[in-house]
């Protein structure tokens, strides 16, 4: 007989044991020649070699399971002790196509729009992928879905989630606190689908061991990032020399989301918006992609959808009475 410990990684251990530890009464029924105690999150059985083993890889499974869609049934999880692949388990749907992640609780984060299902393909295809549209689009948010998925799959080690700290109309000085909680309400959107995506505890662990990173853009200097899922949201408020320090910080086993708002630009007047520059020298690149998203996008309340189309009208308008009184 020997004892070992079954650490149960990547997962919590409510989801894992279930309320009142019933999942644990299941497990426990399913290998009644083993003796197994739940000591917080690892498993100590006792047993002999090939019973462990084969406990060992069950609860691999398991675990898996737990950890791409993020909750279990209790016949999914008899299913998976009896040895059964997930393709067999008459109780999970086959995952649509549209379908990015699985959240917390079952929650599917999905492509929602045509241009969003583009975003999920050039990205699948590109190390580097540009999504221009306007705000309530699903740029962001997507973005974050695929970095997610990427990590969950074991693509990459980490995600780093990053912005430029450009005022909108308010000056940073003017806000109380120190550095980092002047910082945090511009990275908060990112936060926010976060949230969405992954299980608080985890989000909290991965957030201390850096596994996910969310910083300011100008944070990202002399680094090289690599082995990474790099989404540089905001990017219309980057200047030149900033988007061109980005995209040569990437390294050769990353990929990279670069999001914008070409008609949000928060820039002093004096400054140029480098996404402007970067969507036009680098168009042509092999391995970069650009994905342009539109108003038919918005997965917001419907009347955003009418009021992108107002200000786009009224820029239109403008734009041409600048070009007919320019002269010449």
Not at 86 to 112: C, M, T
Request: glycine share 8%.
């Amino acid at each position: 007989m020997i004892e070992v410990s079954i650490p149960l990684e990547g997962v919590r251990a409510i989801d894992f044991y279930g309320v009142h530890n019933a999942r644990l009464g299941i497990i426990k029924k399913s290998f009644p020649y083993l003796n197994i105690a739940a000591r917080g999150n690892a498993l100590t059985v006792r047993g002999i070699q090939h019973d462990i083993d084969d406990f060992r890889d069950k609860i691999g499974n398991v675990l898996h399971h737990l950890e791409k869609y993020g909750h279990i049934s209790d016949s999914n999880l008899q299913s998976l002790l009896l040895g059964l692949e997930n393709k067999d388990l008459a109780d999970i749907p086959a995952a649509p196509e549209d379908v990015i992640v699985h959240g917390p609780n079952g929650y599917l984060i999905k492509a929602r729009t045509p241009n969003q299902k583009v975003m999920v393909a050039v990205a699948e295809e590109n190390d580097i992928m540009f999504a221009i549209g306007p705000a309530g689009t699903g740029k962001t948010y997507t973005a974050v879905a695929l970095a997610v998925r990427a990590l969950k799959e074991k693509k990459v080690k980490r995600i780093i989630l990053t912005r430029p700290a450009v005022e909108a109309g308010e000056n940073l000085g003017f806000l109380p606190g120190d550095l980092k909680e002047k910082i945090d309400p511009y990275l908060r959107p990112l936060y926010d689908a976060l949230d969405d995506m992954i299980p608080m505890e985890k989000l909290q662990l991965y957030m201390t061991n850096r596994v996910i990173e969310i910083a300011p853009l100008a944070f990202m200097r002399g680094r090289t990032l690599d082995n990474a899922f790099i989404i540089l949201d905001e990017a219309q408020n980057a200047t030149d020399a900033q988007l061109k320090m980005f995209l040569t910080r990437i390294g050769p086993s990353a990929k990279c989301i670069i999001t914008g708002d070409l008609t949000q630009v928060d820039l002093p007047r004096n400054m140029k918006s480098g996404l402007y520059t970067g969507l036009r020298i680098l168009k042509d690149i092999e391995g970069i992609g650009i994905v342009f998203l539109d108003e038919k996008d918005v997965v917001r309340h419907k009347l955003v959808k009418r009021i992108i189309k107002a200000y786009d009208k009224d820029r239109q308008v403008h734009d041409a009475g600048n070009d007919h009184s320019g002269g010449n």
